[in-house]
């Protein structure tokens, strides 16, 4: 199995809708964190949390909000989704030492299409 | 500020050429940490090498070797003979070190990867 898994794998929504990508990881890292991958523009990080009580701002979180339901689990919500929402989501896990050395390993990927 | 650059957007080779994907990064951490991750067509991200600062010698891994110059800012990737299932998109990132207190990582926008048989 997986260590880090995405559901679902693609959605298709439209404008407005509030829709909610999950993540789950069994590596047993403390910090999860979501980016999101738009053409040419590499991997933007959205929002990170470094343990269950502790969420933070990215560099694009606005539109988005996040929920650390448990050491394993990372959800992100579109509360009222757009179109230029439209992209690849990937959720990915460290161990987190604060000192930047943990590799992040990254779930499959979600794409959302908002139309 | 921390920046990664990937001036190459894609290069295409001919399969068992050698190719090097470039990558330029600038950050004022005297500590700090370079990946390289292959983003093959099926999408997933996987993760292919750590470097750190302090470490400045090449590595190589089978066909794939990875040059670190602390002088040019730079941690290049090299695939010897390439071959068709290397196509993919290839990522190089930055993380900072103590001083930034987190393990983001920075990307570059990434260099596609097509080998042609």
């Known amino acids: 199995d997986a260590d880090v898994t995405q559901t679902p794998r693609n959605r298709i929504t439209k404008t407005g809708k509030r829709i909610m990508l999950e993540c789950s990881q069994t590596k047993g890292h403390d910090r999860m964190y979501w980016y999101r991958q738009d053409p040419g523009l590499g991997l933007r990080l959205i929002y990170y949390?470094?343990?269950?009580?502790?969420?933070n701002k990215g560099e694009i979180s606005d539109g988005y909000s996040v929920s650390r339901q448990a050491q394993a689990k990372f959800s992100l919500s579109l509360e009222s989704a757009i179109p230029n929402q439209t992209a690849l989501y990937f959720c990915a896990t460290s161990r987190g030492t604060g000192m930047g050395e943990e590799t992040q390993y990254f779930g499959p990927g979600t794409r959302l299409l908002v139309l | 500020a921390q920046k990664v650059t990937q001036a190459q957007t894609e290069i295409s080779v001919v399969e068992k050429e050698d190719v090097t994907l470039d990558c330029v990064y600038e950050?004022?951490?005297?500590?700090?940490?370079l990946f390289w991750y292959k983003q093959p067509p099926s999408g997933e991200l996987v993760f292919l090498i750590r470097?750190?600062?302090?470490?400045?010698q090449n590595e190589i891994s089978g066909r794939y070797s990875w040059n670190f110059q602390k002088s040019t800012s730079s941690f290049n990737f090299t695939i010897t003979a390439s071959q068709v299932v290397d196509s993919a998109v290839y990522f190089c990132?930055?993380?900072?070190?103590?001083?930034?207190?987190?393990?983001?990582?920075?990307f570059g926008t990434g260099t596609r990867l097509q080998v042609f048989p």
């Open positions: 949390s470094f343990d269950v009580k502790d969420i």
């Open positions: 470097r750190n600062s302090f470490d400045e």
């Open positions: 990132a930055l993380s900072g070190g103590g001083s930034s207190g987190t393990d983001k990582l920075i």
């Open positions: 950050t004022r951490d005297t500590t700090y940490y």
